[in-house]
DNA sequence: GTCTATACGATGATAGAC
DNA sequence: GTCTATCATCGTATAGAC
């Protein structure tokens, strides 16, 4: 990465990959309307607004409004995986690999809780087959996590009565942050994710859990 | 009550008190719509169709959909915050308190997650006088909760190091039921209500937190 | 209080010039 | 690829009869 590059604004380089230009700047003009408004009460021509376009510009790129919130899904939700899975994959014990997985997909979430908000908020907004699609991306992210809690729970590492509903409070905590999270409060990313990550050891009853608070 | 009243619909008698009949019937119409679909896509058309009126009919009894959202909003929040203030209220230490709020607080969330889920996730459809005295409803909850765990903090009940970021969470945590709980899921609002117990118990290190799984 | 009919602005999407 | 102009439709809300 060049040093001159310092990106202000996480989002200008998490669409990096789209091209070309206008069909980049309409996904994040879209992604801040409809974090900001909601998928439904934004128009399309405020979307283009924003990307600095006519509103007919859109449809060259995209051929629906929802297509743009499929896009928006599919992308978030696929990264959101793979940090998953890269904290199940890496070594260590369970509690390293919850603490691990929790701290970085809270941070995630924290740090692009513009896009987080939309792919977790705005679900419901999909077409079937694209709101079917995106939610099998979600089910393979609870399996792993619920795969973690398992093994710790096999290891005598964590103490769990109910692994399913426990797996999704913590999921559910964790991706909340989206909802409340502002750059603008008290805590960073950074900070969040080291807050969360201390909660769920102790949501799972982890052996050392707590200490920081003792 | 009387024995014959069974009440299959727990929504049937939670807008008891709103009359007329034909009001009462709007309320419950735009909650599951609002529910099902969010505010902006849900149509007064369509409100009006599940009450059994015309389109117009909605407007004798509401000045605006946004008036029908901040009813339901208004009530709802009153609602919650009067479980809060009750637990709050309740005699026994922190750990009792705090533990009988959560479970109260969330059974609520999971039994009215029609209701629920509408006053939580779609608070920004409201117009801006109207947010900022929901708002002040929601702080207020937060307060009440905010300070029984500061108590067990005094009192040595509870370890945590950051009392605001905790709580904050834990209401994020017990807020989200009204998200995913369905009611044909495999847990009734009772069980989730005592797992949530027990799992927010574990989050602020309550001395004897964790017993049931160890 | 409720209905039918309708005003009227906004919205998603397209046509065709450049 | 982008723009201007425009279409067809929908959505909130009102008017006026009953």
């Known amino acids: 990465m060049g040093a ?43 979307i283009a607004g924003r990307a600095g376009m006519s509103p007919a510009a859109l449809y060259i790129h995209y051929k629906t409004k929802e297509e ?10 696929e990264k959101a995986l793979r940090i998953m ?43 079937e087959e694209h709101y079917a699609e995106i939610t099998a991306l979600r089910r393979r992210t609870d399996r ?4 973690i809690v398992q093994d710790g729970v096999d290891a005598g590492e964590f103490h769990v009565a109910d692994v399913p509903g426990t797996t999704l409070a913590v999921l559910s905590l964790c991706v909340d942050v989206a909802r409340w999270f502002s750059a603008d409060g008290a805590r960073t990313p950074d900070e969040v994710g080291a807050l ?13 859990a707590g200490t920081s608070g003792r």
Chains 1, 2 share one sequence.
């Open 85 to 127: 899975e890269d904290a199940a994959a890496a070594g260590g014990t369970a509690t390293e690999r919850l603490s691990g997985a929790v701290r970085t997909f809270v941070r995630w979430h924290a740090e692009h809780h513009t896009t987080a908000r939309v792919i977790q908020y705005e679900l419901q907004a999909l077409g």
């Open 68 to 77: 743009l919130l499929y896009r928006i899904s599919g992308i978030g939700h």
């Open 4 to 46: 001159e590059a310092e990106r202000a604004v996480p989002e200008a380089e998490e669409w990096a990959d789209i091209a070309p230009d206008a069909a980049r700047r309409l996904v994040g003009a879209a992604v801040q309307a409809f974090a900001e408004r909601g998928y439904h009460a934004t128009t399309t021509r405020d």
């Open 196 to 208: 969360y990550a201390d909660l769920v050891l102790r949501m799972v009853g982890a052996e050392w």
């Open 144 to 147: 792993l996590l619920r795969q």
